[in-house]
């Protein structure tokens, strides 16, 4: 396996590029650190991650969130020397179980460019403080602005709700008053205004709070090793349904169970709930329940 060894000494004493411009190294640096044994972690200075999508609209994401996140990774690498690099890329939507309800999906990847082998993570939380507003007059905009945690959560203020070449755009908001001369300068000149949430990481302290989470995870998927193999990052696959009901022990659609997969061997294992969970309330049983 070329110079690295393998399981978790593969990341021992080495230093973690982290391919970001907006503060995620915060808190992604020290968790990776003390899990994987680095030798510290620095963000990959003058890196342009808007080159691979900007939340605001300038630059539209061309790849799915997880190939994003990969290509920034493996970019980061290429411009700083670090052999050992880690990215991140979230996405803000619809949450597809409950539609009605928003969510953030991020997407950690760990490339070592040692031996070209990549590592991700993907994780989904309904915390976010997420959405946008179409504005007639300064009363709504403040509205809103109190609804998404202004100014502790940063906004951003143009003309539409979809930017295009040559708009006005005023990002990273959080200043009261810049925020209010933004919104009024173009309700005099257009009689209303688009107010977004500013979704980059250092501008929304609770989109940090869920990246943190995500290396929280990744790291515990990292540290557990193969039985077999003993190689690192021997991680959850597939969920497998069935849960029992615990009125009538007819399987329901609630995972029960969790197959674990080594890359390396390929050695695969079921292993039960990390909660302990045992059996479902009959309200979602389709026999208790139809």
Known sequence: MNAISSGLERFAGRKLGVATSHAKEQVIGPLLKQALGLSGYSAIADMDTDRFGAFSGEVQRTLDPLAACEAKARHGAEVSGFDLVIASEGSFGPYPPAPFLSCDEEFLVLFDALDGRTFHHRHVSLETVFDGEACTD??????????????????????????????????GLQDKDAFRNAVEGLLEHRGSCWVETDMRAMANPTRMRVIADTAVRFADELTTTCPVCQECWFRITHPLAGLPCELCGWPTASTRAYLHTCWACAHAETRSRPDGKRFEEPQHCGNCNP
């Open 138 to 171: 300064w009363t709504q905009a403040n509205a809103f602005a109190q609804r998404m945690k202004f100014p502790s959560h940063h906004l951003v203020v143009r003309p539409l709700e979809k930017w295009k070449q040559g708009d006005t755009q005023f990002k």
